[in-house]
């Protein structure tokens, strides 16, 4: 076969070491692979490379995808599954790896149901696609949120402040959550759990009568807090509808509210970009390499429509139907009810 691959939606570490173990697993079954650029855009528009092992030497602790991606809708663009088709046939691609999160599958599932032989991997430092317990990325970005609260404690105790970290986290809580969890914070707040300012505010207050004079907390920037406003309208939205939170400015506001109401020096990071880059974890290393290799077994043995998934310690595979179907995998309240132990 010729196996096309591509990565699409946001980048973050492991999508390098995704492609080069579809690549050297193809190659070793005598299949021939071709790079698509930008996700689905490089299909709308035939951008592509022959892969070969040169080509993915050395790619495995690299950040980023060295294929690129973008946010590419084939739905908001006139004849863009049309184009799609097309172009599969003029490149002769037998069948396709679409490396993403729920966005980047859902067009998966199109062309599936379209006729494209195709299998997905997931992807997304949300860790929020259904039915795997981790994505690619995940644990890459706990860490650098794990590594800022470390940095942030010296300065919080040094000045005796409040510190609000800022992360992402659009509909799920996991990187707040483990990453809050592996740092140490005082109070996070995630979309999953219901919040208020009061209730922040008197933890806090409660802190300072145990002789505690500094806090940290953490909070997803999808994150509802239902005694403050922190509105998205008017700043933009992709391509699959979802709004810039980025311009929110959640822990901005949540700063501004506990200084305002505490009289406690309050000081904001926000993490953004920074929790997508950088080299791979192990974690994702080996992730990657095992969704990967398990893809290209799916399409050599016939089999399409499905998302390679890491489910304990076993791979398996689930239909791109059921997952896209299914809302975003939410934190499991086990595991925040354990974060509040250290509360």
């Known amino acids: 076969m010729n196996i096309g691959v591509l990565t699409g939606g946001g980048d973050c570490p492991g999508l390098n070491a995704a492609i080069r173990a579809v690549v050297r697993r193809a190659i070793e079954k005598n299949h021939h692979l071709t790079g698509i650029k930008n996700g689905w855009q490089g299909l709308i528009s035939l951008d592509s490379e022959p892969l070969d092992l040169h080509l ?11 294929l690129g991606t973008s946010r590419t809708n084939p739905d908001k663009i006139p004849g863009g599954y049309e184009k799609i088709l097309k172009n ?86 996991w990187v707040a959550l483990l990453g809050g969890l592996g740092g140490g914070a005082d109070w996070i707040v995630i979309p999953e759990v219901p919040s208020t300012m009061d209730n922040i505010v008197k933890h806090l207050d409660e802190r300072r009568k145990l002789g505690k004079d500094f806090s940290i907390i953490v909070v997803a920037e999808g994150a509802v807090i239902s005694d403050i406003k922190a509105d998205t309208a008017g700043f933009g939205e992709d391509s699959f509808g979802h709004q810039r939170l ?72 689930l239909s791109l139907k059921e997952v896209v179907s299914k809302s975003p995998r939410s934190v499991d309240p086990q595991l925040y009810e354990l974060a509040k132990v250290f509360f």
């Open 246 to 317: 980025d311009k929110r400015g959640i822990g901005d506001v949540v700063s501004r509210e506990i200084e305002k109401k505490t009289g406690f020096e309050t000081r904001v990071t926000v993490l953004g970009y920074l929790q997508r880059g950088g080299s791979p974890v192990v974690f994702d290393r080996i992730l990657a390499t095992r969704l990967g290799v398990e893809a290209v077994d799916q399409l050599s043995q016939g089999k399409y429509g499905v998302m390679t998934a890491l489910q304990g310690n076993r791979i398996l595979t």
């Open 56 to 66: 993915v030497s050395g790619i495995l602790p690299t950040g980023g995808t060295f």
């Open 88 to 173: 599969i046939e003029n490149a002769h691609l037998d069948a396709l790896v679409a490396i993403g999160g729920d966005d980047t599958l859902s067009v998966a599932l199109t062309l599936f149901e379209k006729g494209v032989p195709v299998v997905g991997v997931p992807k997304t430092m949300d860790n929020d696609v259904y039915g795997t317990d981790f994505c690619i990325g995940f644990y890459s970005a706990v860490s650098i949120v794990t590594d800022a609260l470390d940095k942030l404690h010296s300065t919080a105790s040094s000045h005796h402040r409040v510190m609000v970290l800022e992360v992402m986290g659009r509909e799920a809580g």
